[in-house]
């Protein structure tokens, strides 16, 4: 069993692409890729997520961003490793 680190995924949002370009086609190939990284780690290994794991609330230019369709378990349910969330500032309403 191995521990690992890593934070800021800011699953579901596309603005995080072009904001921090990333270099991911759309959303849907950067939540891929990620999670795919992530297993390949093994099953047993922990995988501690510092914040940021998904997008909620409001964007850089204090705009209401809708991510009611988000769902955390949606994400955590495709990881094959132990992770454990702890919860960074675009975290907000997920426990």
Do not use: A
Not at 20 to 48: E, S
Not at 59 to 66: A, G, P, Q, S, V
């Amino acid at each position: 069993m191995k521990t690992y680190f890593t934070s800021d995924f800011h699953l579901g949002s596309s603005n995080v692409i072009n904001h921090c370009k990333r270099p991911f086609q759309n959303v849907g190939h950067m939540n891929d890729t990620l999670i795919r990284r992530v297993n390949k780690l093994d099953r047993h290994d922990v995988l501690f997520h510092v914040g940021d794991f998904i997008l909620v609330g409001y964007d850089r230019h204090d705009i209401k961003e809708d991510f009611s369709d988000i769902k955390v378990y949606d994400y955590l349910d495709q990881i094959k490793p132990h992770i454990i969330l702890l919860n960074g500032n675009h975290d907000t309403g997920h426990n």
